[in-house]
């Protein structure tokens, strides 16, 4: 019978080579927040002064402990969406291989031990 943790490493490394090859083919990256601003122009016959606001696609980002802040033109406001969505899922992928890596580690420790 073989060792079911040998077996368990083996599966392991196998996700661990998936996950690499989905990190590999995530887009293009940004690491930011997004999110809308809501604001009035200030022009005295415009439509959000009866409550039509504009709005700005905005995305954040901490440095420093200080957070900054930079609109997004309008013709790149889908492209910023996909970046900052594709770095979430690289986040994810990431957390991923660390879990499988910290199992990995943890089989090892339990086979030394036998
Ligand atoms: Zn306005």
């Known amino acids: 019978m073989k060792n ?3 077996e368990l490493l ?3 490394e196998e996700k661990s080579q998936t996950l690499y090859k989905q990190l590999k083919s995530v887009g293009p990256i940004l690491k930011a927040s997004v999110s809308r601003r809501n604001y009035t122009c200030g022009k005295m016959n415009c439509r959000c002064t009866k409550g039509y606001l504009h709005t ?9 402990g200080k957070t900054q802040t930079t609109k997004v033109p309008k013709s ?3 492209e910023i969406i996909d ?5 979430k899922e690289m986040k994810t992928i990431l957390r991923k291989i660390t879990n499988t890596q910290i199992k990995m580690l943890r089989i090892a420790n ?3 031990a036998i």
């Open 10 to 12: 083996k599966e392991f």
């Open 76 to 78: 790149q406001e889908s």
């Open 110 to 112: 339990v086979k030394k």
């Open 56 to 64: 700005d696609l905005i995305i954040t980002r901490k440095i420093d």
């Open 83 to 87: 970046r900052v969505n594709n770095w």
């Open 4 to 6: 079911y943790n040998d």
